[in-house]
């Protein structure tokens, strides 16, 4: 960026930096989400809940259908490149 653009552009500087915010919070937000180890928790204290008897199997394959389904997600985002 040359001095000229660089002074033409200066009014636009807040906005860039509020999108340059905006953008760091939603990478943080997304690698919070797709972090796979609370999900690797879950499907273990949700083992444990089966074996202490707090849940019954019926329970235990729906919740852990659903952790699966998610972890599988979170595998596929992080194979794909990014754009």
């Given at each position: 960026?040359?001095?000229?653009?660089?002074?033409?552009?200066?009014?636009?500087?807040?906005v860039?930096?509020?999108?340059?915010?905006?953008?760091?919070?939603?990478?943080?937000?997304?690698?919070?989400?797709?972090?796979?180890?609370p999900?690797r928790?879950?499907?273990?204290?949700?083992?444990?809940?089966?074996?202490?008897?707090?849940?019954?199997?019926?329970?235990?394959?729906?919740?852990?259908?659903?952790?699966?389904?998610?972890?599988?997600?979170?595998?596929?985002?992080?194979?794909?490149?990014?754009?």
């Amino acid at each position: 960026m040359g001095l000229l653009t660089g002074i033409l552009t200066l009014p636009l500087a807040p906005v860039r930096a509020t999108l340059w915010a905006a953008e760091q919070l939603r990478y943080a937000a997304e690698a919070e989400y797709y972090d796979p180890a609370p999900v690797r928790r879950a499907l273990t204290e949700l083992e444990r809940a089966l074996l202490e008897g707090r849940i019954d199997e019926d329970e235990y394959d729906r919740r852990e259908d659903e952790l699966l389904d998610q972890l599988d997600e979170i595998t596929a985002r992080r194979r794909a490149p990014r754009p």
